[in-house]
């Protein structure tokens, strides 16, 4: 059983919790933006199995998972991470864009470096 165990595509990433409703699952296969081994899916009702690895947009991340064990049921998150391993890549910490406001301790350090501090 555990070598023949397939699913929906819809249905796995529902229970896995990757997306909030299984119509919105289904949307994203149909709309093509989910890879199952590297191949293009665009069929919800595709079966996927245990060593299946998954390609697809979460937000403004690439997430790539490969599945583990088929679920049963949209359970908590600790049963659902069980379902996957996190195979995505970790993004790199962004250097500050230098468009922040500079905070009040900061205003008071240029303030002292002009000259104009309070008199």
Not at 45 to 73: C, K, N, S, W, Y
Request: without cysteine; charged residues 30%; proline residues 6%.
């Amino acid at each position: 059983m555990a070598g023949d165990a397939r699913i929906r595509l819809d249905k796995w990433l529902f229970f896995a919790r990757f997306f909030k409703t299984r119509s919105r699952a289904a949307r994203q296969v149909g709309a093509g933006h989910v890879r199952v081994n590297s191949d293009k899916v665009l069929k919800p009702a595709h079966a996927v199995g245990p060593g299946d690895v998954l390609t697809f947009a979460q937000g403004r991340v690439i997430r790539v998972v490969r599945i583990v064990a088929m679920g049963e049921r949209r359970g908590p998150a600790t049963e659902a991470q069980a379902l996957y391993e996190d195979l995505t890549p970790k993004a790199e910490p962004r250097a500050p864009s230098g468009g922040e406001r500079p905070t009040k301790r900061d205003r008071r350090a240029i303030d002292a470096l002009r000259g104009s501090g309070d008199m």
